[in-house]
């Protein structure tokens, strides 16, 4: 059968937790910005299954990791 067939559409969060983590994000990787990732955005990486050190990884480091199109087609 279809594997995807009874996937929900899109991840389960909301826009103000996506742009919240996004922020939170920027922040560190920014040398002239102070940041952390919240407890908001720690909460929902741990929904995702994502550790924070593997997140700043994926986000810092995307380019090198992935070689070509991501996603589904």
Not at 28 to 35: A, E, T
């Amino acid at each position: 059968g279809n594997e995807r067939k009874n996937q929900p559409k899109g991840i389960a969060f909301s826009v103000q937790d996506y742009l919240e983590l996004v922020d939170d994000t920027g922040r560190i990787i920014r040398n002239d910005k102070r940041g952390s990732i919240s407890a908001n955005s720690a909460k929902l990486l741990t929904r995702l299954n994502i550790p924070q050190d593997n997140w700043l990884k994926l986000t810092t480091e995307f380019g090198k990791l992935f070689h070509g199109p991501v996603g589904t087609l």
